[in-house]
């Protein structure tokens, strides 16, 4: 059973399948210059910590999970960090002006463009702009998905 399981509930940066208590997390020092929401992917800072996405080249660290107490979270905050692994799944923020159904292949945004924030993600590839990867979206709301490693 789904820790979130019922998407007219869900919250970006929620853990799905998997469950808290074995979900793989890592808690890392956000170094960003202004706040971020649970639910955005992130990389990792080469100093320590992790940082926004601003490169195709960037690693990937996971995506930001919500807190009991929070979504939203400020420079040199600790973050929770999830690593997505087979039978794990997260709920993430899908970007702007973009429609995601189960099975879509998930891309994620590392350069802005127009509406599309970093560490949203995006269905099709946007050559220089977004980080191909083997996640795989399994359920959709409107502005939220489920993703997964098959």
Same mark, same amino acid.
Not at 112 to 120: A, C, H, L
Not at 125 to 133: F, P, V
């Given at each position: 059973?789904? &820790?979130?399981?019922? *998407?007219?509930?869900?919250?970006?940066?929620? @853990? /799905?399948?998997? +469950?808290?208590?074995? #979900?793989?997390?890592?808690?890392?020092? $956000?170094? /960003?210059?202004?706040?971020?929401?649970? +639910?955005? $992917?992130?990389?990792?800072? #080469?100093?320590?910590?992790?940082?926004?996405?601003?490169?195709?080249?960037?690693?990937?660290?996971?995506?930001?999970?919500?807190?009991? %107490?929070?979504?939203?979270?400020?420079? !040199?905050?600790?973050?929770?960090?999830?690593?997505?692994?087979?039978?794990?799944? @997260?709920?993430? *923020?899908?970007?702007?002006?973009?429609?995601? @159904?189960?099975?879509?292949?998930? &891309? @994620?945004? #590392?350069?802005? !463009? +127009?509406?599309?924030?970093?560490?949203?993600?995006?269905?099709?590839?946007?050559?220089?702009?977004?980080?191909?990867?083997?996640?795989?979206? %399994? !359920?959709? *709301?409107?502005?939220? #998905?489920?993703? *997964?490693?098959?």
């Amino acid at each position: 059973m789904a &820790y979130a399981n019922s *998407t007219t509930r869900t919250f970006a940066g929620e @853990v /799905g399948k998997g +469950g808290l208590a074995s #979900a793989k997390t890592t808690s890392e020092q $956000f170094k /960003g210059k202004s706040p971020i929401q649970a +639910g955005l $992917f992130v990389a990792i800072d #080469a100093t320590g910590g992790v940082k926004p996405l601003s490169a195709v080249t960037d690693v990937i660290a996971g995506v930001i999970v919500r807190s009991l %107490i929070k979504d939203d979270f400020q420079p !040199n905050d600790l973050v929770d960090v999830m690593h997505i692994t087979q039978g794990d799944s @997260v709920w993430v *923020t899908v970007g702007k002006g973009v429609s995601v @159904v189960r099975g879509d292949k998930v &891309y @994620v945004r #590392a350069v802005k !463009n +127009g509406d599309k924030e970093v560490g949203t993600i995006d269905k099709a590839e946007d050559s220089g702009k977004t980080i191909a990867t083997d996640f795989v979206v %399994i !359920n959709a *709301t409107e502005h939220l #998905a489920e993703i *997964t490693r098959l």
